[in-house]
């Protein structure tokens, strides 16, 4: 592509050395950086691409995208923000994959990987092809395997890129998405024609980056403003946000909403947890429906409602929707029991909400003569406000708490695991285990829990590494608790 085919449409400030050069890739990483690249000098956080032009020139970068002229004879295109405008030459260089694509974005605190694997189920179940992008990579089927992602929702380059093989050489016209509050901050998905969005909910999480929750909300937010007449946006009525993302949806985009609680289009109602599950009778306008999940938790009944009232927006016959579901066992590190004596769950819940949601769920299925029993950390360099929070839910509802690391990463683990303690009433020993080593605490499991007790392990769910303040190294909740527990599996 000719450069200024790339930047026919783009808002710039100035062009500096300009030439009409062919443009044959985009860049970010001056490592990576290839012959014929436009060169992306990215502003962050922690660095700024434009240190990094002339590795990048060196490495073979034709052209450069900056916020500054630089003192090099390459041509450069000026832009107020190269974290924004990268998507729209991302978007221009790949050709506008989404336009031809049923495009879905689920957005929220929690739930998003689950209720993308359950929208790609159901599109399955209709026998209709549906590619995911999300946490865990992406993938061309419920039974593929995953392509590695770096976020949960790509940079603009690999994200467009990924969307235009899906289209041409995969041949699969639907997509859904996890879409982050960074990727929407940050414009990383810029360029991409939503059809529908699906909103989980809102809880404290990222502060450490948005700062506020309305900052977090106002980035969640422009998910639904982006959509267009005859789009759809199924929203989940329970959620404390849930009525201000219905004030922001444009007129004549459909609505949906779902919800346990308040009243909602679609609900569930009668609902029954056990050690095989969940039922609950589904309320539509279509009518009511028995729903029996191998799935738990209250939290596992919103993400089937979410998948559901999608499914009903794009008018795909509910009871096909119900056979898809009912099939699922759930999703990796997502409530997901790796031993049965005692029951071990190993879950992804990272929150507050997250963790509140996670042990209200496994207390329901927790013996009466059974003790609940959470080990769990917070990351370090995060928002540390939720740190005492997510000690007192844990103090509130499980019965024993051992409080170790999750990924440090440069913090030192023992203030982390203080700024938890904060949150305590109080520290009896009895009932509160300290271990900073993940490790050694997933171990004293052993010592501590009988065969009738349940133990939440939370925190990393699917996740295979820990992050600490030198080096990152393998390390599987899942692992550790099966080497812990061998023997008990059944």
């Known amino acids: 592509m000719k450069l200024d085919e790339l930047i026919e449409h783009l808002d710039y400030k100035d062009l500096v050395n300009f030439k009409n050069i062919d443009i044959t890739g985009i860049s970010y990483n001056s490592k990576t950086t290839k012959k014929g690249d436009i060169f992306v000098c990215l502003v962050g956080e922690h660095t700024d691409g ?15 995208l900056v916020e500054r002229k630089l003192d090099f004879k390459v041509p450069q295109v000026v832009v107020s923000s190269t974290r924004h405008k990268i998507a729209d030459i991302a978007d221009r260089f790949y050709s506008s994959p989404s336009e031809g694509i049923n495009l879905i974005g689920i957005t929220g605190t ?3 990987t689950t209720v993308t694997h359950l929208i790609q189920k159901i599109f399955e179940e209709n026998n209709q092809k549906c590619a995911l992008i999300g946490t865990l990579g992406y993938k061309l089927s419920s039974n593929g395997e995953y392509r590695d992602a770096k976020h949960t929702t790509p940079q603009a380059p690999e994200l467009q890129a990924t969307l235009r093989m899906i289209k041409d050489v995969e041949k699969i016209d639907n997509v859904v998405m996890e879409v982050s509050s960074h990727a929407l901050d940050q414009n990383r998905v810029g360029g991409c024609r939503f059809n529908g969005a699906v909103l989980t909910n809102l809880t404290q999480d990222h502060l450490d980056y948005h700062i506020t929750m309305d900052n977090y909300f106002k980035a969640k937010a422009l998910l639904f403003e982006g ?12 959620d404390v946000y849930g009525s201000r993302f219905l004030e922001i949806v444009p007129e004549n985009v459909k609505t949906y909403t779902y919800g346990v609680k308040n009243n ?17 009778t589904l309320m539509t306008k279509q009518g009511e429906y028995p729903v029996s999940l191998h799935m738990n938790g209250m939290f596992s009944v919103y993400n089937v409602l979410a998948a559901v009232t999608c499914a009903i927006a794009l008018e795909i016959d509910i009871e096909t929707s119900l056979r898809a579901l009912q099939n699922v066992k759930g999703v990796a590190g997502r409530f997901e029991v790796v031993i049965k004596k005692p029951l071990v769950i190993v879950d992804y819940a990272h929150t507050p909400d997250g963790l509140e949601n996670v042990l209200n769920s496994a207390r329901e299925i927790t013996p009466k003569d059974g003790r609940l029993i959470c080990l769990f950390g917070c990351g370090g360099d995060r928002d540390a406000t939720k740190r005492p929070k997510m000690g007192a839910i844990a103090e509130k509802i499980a019965d024993i708490i051992v409080i170790t690391s999750d990924n440090p990463r440069s913090e030192d683990p023992q203030q982390i695991i203080t700024d938890i303690i904060a949150g305590l009433k109080s520290v009896d020993t009895q009932n509160v285990v300290v271990e900073p080593d993940r490790g050694k605490a997933i171990e004293l499991l052993k010592t501590i829990a009988n065969n009738n007790d349940v133990v939440v392990i939370a925190g990393k769910g699917h996740e295979d590494y820990q992050i600490l303040k030198d080096k990152t190294i393998h390390f599987d909740d899942r692992e550790q608790a099966r080497k812990v527990f061998e023997g008990s599996v059944i």
């Open 50 to 64: 434009h240190e990094y032009a002339e590795s990048a020139i060196k490495n073979g970068a034709v052209a450069l």
């Open 110 to 112: 929690n739930g998003k």
């Open 227 to 238: 959509l267009k007449e005859n789009d759809f946006a199924v929203i989940n009525a329970d």
């Open 264 to 280: 909602a289009d679609v609900m569930a109602k009668n609902i029954d947890f056990s050690m095989n599950g969940a039922e609950f």
